[in-house]
């Protein structure tokens, strides 16, 4: 890329939607981690297992958990 101005700024935009690419990507596997923990915890719960073990195991508080109880 030369000093041009013009190039500057398409080098930059392409900076910034690689990081917005990657910022992306990352929610998406805490949300579907996310979303993990708490099928296990449901699925824990259904089987009749402790919510201490419950949090011990995914993660999750106890109040995240007691709203899966409701």
Known sequence: LG???KYN????AEIVHKK???SARYE????GS???E???????????EDI???TKYTGLSR???NKLIV
């Open 38 to 48: 708490v099928e296990i915890a449901r699925n824990m719960l259904r089987s009749g």
């Open 9 to 12: 700024a398409y080098y930059d």
């Open 63 to 65: 109040k995240e958990i």
């Open 52 to 54: 201490s073990k419950v």
């Open 28 to 31: 998406g596997k805490r949300e």
């Open 34 to 36: 996310r979303n993990r």
């Open 3 to 5: 000093i041009d101005d």
């Open 20 to 22: 917005e690419m990657n």
